[in-house]
């Protein structure tokens, strides 16, 4: 007996009108049996690559989005887009978190710049100091950045000595 998966790409354009749900973007139809449908909690956040050209602190394009979870938090399934994710400890994951209207009505959850910036420092021998080193810079450029939150997080992401390093070297050129 086959099952029908309600994540597959054609299940939900197979599917009459009045059960499909509303129309989120060009091509991407929300099924009313969706968990972001029925009001589920997704934990999962932006990270990274993907919420630093959000906030364009990069010009690089990730090749998968990057998503957070919670360490004992199972990471959601996705098929499409690829995606990587990372497990962030559960007592500071809510820190510097945000949302952003990633389509019409369409909330998606984000680490703010200065959580991005200590994250990509946090997280630069997987990803390069190249690009950690570029968000912080742009970020100091911007007329909103706060030097004095980004040091206070990443005094309690442990990153403190090599993002002081960092600053240091940016705001001496």
């Given amino acids: 007996m086959q099952h029908f998966n309600p994540w597959h790409r054609l299940g939900v354009h197979c599917l009459p009108p009045s059960r499909r749900g509303p129309r989120v973007s ?10 972001g449908a029925t009001g589920a909690r997704w934990s999962s956040s932006l990270v990274a690559c993907s919420a630093a050209a959000v906030h364009d602190l990069t010009d690089e394009l990730p090749l998968a ?17 690829p995606t990587v994710t990372f497990r962030f400890d559960a007592a500071n994951f809510e820190l510097g978190l945000s949302s952003v209207e990633a389509a019409a009505g369409e909330r998606v959850r984000i680490y703010g710049a200065p959580r991005t910036v200590v994250d990509l420092m946090r997280l630069r021998h997987r990803l390069g100091e ?12 911007r007329p909103d950045a706060q030097p004095a939150q980004l040091m206070a997080l990443a005094r309690t ?17």
């Fill in 26 to 35: 060009r091509g991407s139809i929300r099924a009313s049996f969706t968990p």
């Fill in 157 to 173: 992401l442990d990153v403190y000595g090599p993002v002081q390093v960092a600053l240091d070297v940016a705001s001496a050129g």
């Fill in 65 to 81: 989005v990057q998503v957070a979870v919670p360490t004992r938090q199972r990471p959601p399934q996705i098929a499409f887009p």
């Fill in 130 to 141: 190249p690009l950690a080193h570029g968000a912080l810079r742009r970020y100091l450029r």
